[in-house]
């Protein structure tokens, strides 16, 4: 049952309709129905009462770690394998122990195949890195392929290095093994999130004015935040937290126009906090709502 989408909203407002299960299953892909089998939706999916009210937790804001340094591990094992820890993934816990004592880098995993629709690609596939750094002018983004598995990038012998400044990158928490909840929005938010671009970038193609990518990764933390998405261009990071259904059209606004780099006000509430500079109107703290 979705009994809490429905008692919240006696008038069932669209929002909620939108983030029950019924409504979001017949938009899902098969393979993302595959991976969210077996989870309860009332319990794990978009109608949970502690994320999913009128507002957002009163512990939201400023619920991330100030970060310098956010480096991705890709991999080709999708995320619904990875177990508890994933450390023996690409090389992910090694690297995770080599940046440990620095407070402001974080590792996160990602299945780093763009969509679930491309050719299967063999799981042990060497996938690139992707490396977020914080700079005054907002964030400068670098793809590194050829780093040794369990190697850092930077110093990495033989690496190459691509400038990815341009271009937009969206990664959810989809870690089911850590948690149910992030195993159950993560997927459903990625997929409908990958078919809410195309579907733009088919309709308007000049409203999308960079590429924008989608990817599932590892635990960031806070698990009653889930849906937890990462949003990176070159103006910086925004970590936003109960992202829904109902909020996709909105970041796929703010994604695909984001001229001023600034968060749309309907969005302001769930931002959990940045990596790199904070626009002056986007303090998390001043974005709960006064009402």
Same mark, same amino acid.
């Given at each position: ?12 407002? #669209? ?27 009332? +319990?794990?999916?978009?109608?949970? #009462?502690?994320?999913?009210?009128? +507002? #957002? ?73 992707? @490396? ?24 990495? *012998? ?9 271009? &937009? ?64 261009? *070159?103006?910086?990071? &925004? ?6 259904? @109902? ?16 968060? #749309? ?6 931002? &959990?906090?940045?990596?790199?500079? @904070? ?7 001043? +974005?709960?709502?006064?009402?």
């Amino acid at each position: 049952s979705n009994s809490f989408c429905t008692l919240l909203a006696p008038g069932s407002s #669209p929002a909620f309709a939108m983030n029950t299960h019924a409504s979001i299953a017949a938009r899902l892909s098969a393979a993302t129905l595959a991976d969210i089998e077996g989870l309860n939706p009332d +319990t794990a999916g978009f109608c949970r #009462p502690e994320c999913c009210g009128e +507002t #957002p937790p009163t512990d939201l804001p400023n619920s991330i770690p100030n970060l310098d340094l956010h480096l991705l591990v890709g991999t080709a094992v999708p995320s619904s394998k990875w177990d508890k820890l994933a450390v023996g993934i690409n090389g992910y816990g090694a690297v995770q122990a080599k940046l440990k004592a620095d407070k402001a880098a974080k590792v996160t995993l990602f299945h780093a195949v763009e969509s679930a629709t491309a050719t299967v690609v063999d799981e042990a596939t060497p996938m690139p890195m992707l @490396a977020f750094r914080a700079n005054p002018q907002g964030m400068a983004i670098t793809q590194f392929t050829g780093v040794p598995e369990g190697e850092l990038p930077f110093d990495a *012998k033989g690496a190459v290095a691509v400038d990815r400044t341009e271009e &937009r990158f969206v990664f959810v928490c989809s870690h089911r093994q850590r948690d149910d909840r992030c195993g159950y929005c993560g997927p459903v938010l990625v997929d409908l999130l990958r078919k809410a671009i195309a579907e733009r970038r088919q309709q308007q193609p000049q409203s999308v004015a960079a590429p924008i990518h989608v990817y599932p990764c590892s635990h960031i933390g806070g698990h009653a935040y889930a849906g937890n998405v990462v949003v990176y261009t *070159k103006h910086g990071g &925004r970590c936003f937290g109960c992202i829904t259904p @109902a909020h996709v059209d909105e970041l796929v606004d703010y994604l695909a126009v984001h001229r001023d780099a600034k968060v #749309p006000p309907a969005l302001r509430p769930f931002l &959990r906090g940045c990596v790199g500079p @904070a626009l002056p109107d986007e303090d998390p703290a001043a +974005t709960l709502p006064t009402a």
